[in-house]
């Protein structure tokens, strides 16, 4: 079975489950001044991730909702008005900070672009029209297929965003498939943004975990958060050390990721009924099988039934999604079956 469902399932290599056995563990629930807390392994790799990123600070997570949630209530306060996408992870999939009977935030939804990236004239309008507190934006966005918003674009945004004085909070669960298909460093595109959340358990290929990075001041107020939210966590460095490993060694491979998602879109134009995502950029493709006379359920059920293992998105489309572990050979194989699924309607 290829399983393309999510770049989730990326299992940690030997000589990354080694760094746990020989990793320098403490308390990271137990604070100094700082807020920071006693691993001594957390603390590295929370340092790594603000380098990387080019922040003052970072603080991990056990994952990337938690890590968001934290982020938006940081920022806001119960009332208030947050602008999201109408497609954005934040406000589709994890929902808590608008939910009423927790974060009690108002969602003020923008519209992207034809490029699946802010449109800056639907921001400014609802920037004039709302007392704004907080910008979500999503670099790469994940169900418009991974796309990846660039250096100019996120200028722009942050420029705008400047002048209605209001913070930028940036889910880059996948940020360093951005920064590969962008040829840049994280860095370059963090600094656009006021705080950042990027994975470590997605094309990074760690176990667990994600960092929040931003201000010392932002973070330290977060660390707040993180434990009212019950996030503390106590030897954590066995989480911490294969994400030191990760991002010392496996940023480079999500070239190949990135790689195997566009030749499995190009291998695929061009068919009778299954219309594959244009431009793809990253590590994801969206088939759109509207014109299939198959649901989403039943076309990911065809697939597996021939060893190929997707995910429906959205109403019509599915999602193949390439990550560490997935090979130029399985990719090959995934689109014979889709191919062969094709032909068969």
């Given amino acids: 079975m290829i399983d393309l469902r999510s770049d989730t399932l990326t299992l940690p290599s030997e000589e990354m489950l080694k ?101 800056l004239k639907s921001l400014r309008n609802l920037m004039q029209q709302n007392d704004i507190k907080l910008l979500c934006i999503e670099n790469t966005h994940n169900f418009s297929g991974g796309t990846c918003t660039d250096l100019e674009e996120l200028k722009s945004i942050h420029d705008l965003a400047q002048e209605f004085n209001i913070p930028i909070h940036m889910d880059g669960a996948r940020l360093f498939n951005a920064a590969v298909s962008l040829g840049v460093e994280a860095k370059d595109i963090c600094q656009y943004v006021d705080s950042v959340m990027f994975c470590l358990s997605k094309g990074l290929g760690a176990p667990v975990g994600s960092l929040l990075c931003g201000s010392e001041d932002f973070v330290k107020k977060a660390r707040g958060k993180r434990k009212l939210l019950g996030g503390n966590m ?88 390439f990550y560490k572990g997935i090979s130029r050979d399985d990719a090959v194989q995934a689109v014979n079956i889709i191919k062969e699924i094709d032909a068969q309607l």
């Fill in 19 to 119: 760094t746990i056995f020989s990793a320098k563990l403490g308390d990271d629930g137990r604070t100094d001044q700082r807020g920071r807390g006693e691993d001594p392994t957390v603390n590295e790799l929370e340092d790594l991730a603000a380098m990387l990123t080019g922040k003052e600070e970072a603080v991990l997570f056990s994952s990337g909702t938690l890590a968001n949630t934290t982020a938006v209530l940081t920022y806001c306060n119960p009332g208030d008005k947050v602008l999201v996408d109408e497609m954005q992870h934040i406000y589709v999939s994890e929902k808590v900070v608008f939910e009423k009977s927790v974060g009690q935030l108002i969602p003020v939804t923008y519209k992207l672009n034809e490029r699946k990236t802010p449109d």
């Fill in 234 to 321: 106590r030897q954590a460095g066995i989480i911490a050390a294969p994400g030191i490993y990760a991002l010392k060694h496996n940023i480079e491979s999500l070239k190949e990721d990135n790689g195997n998602a566009k030749y499995a879109a190009d291998s695929l134009r061009g068919l009778k009924k299954t219309r594959v995502q244009e431009n793809v950029q990253s590590n994801i493709v969206m088939l759109d099988v509207s014109q299939t006379g198959l649901t989403v359920e039943e076309y990911c059920a065809r697939a597996k039934e021939n060893g190929l293992w997707i995910r429906p998105v959205l109403n019509n489309k599915v999602r193949l999604v």
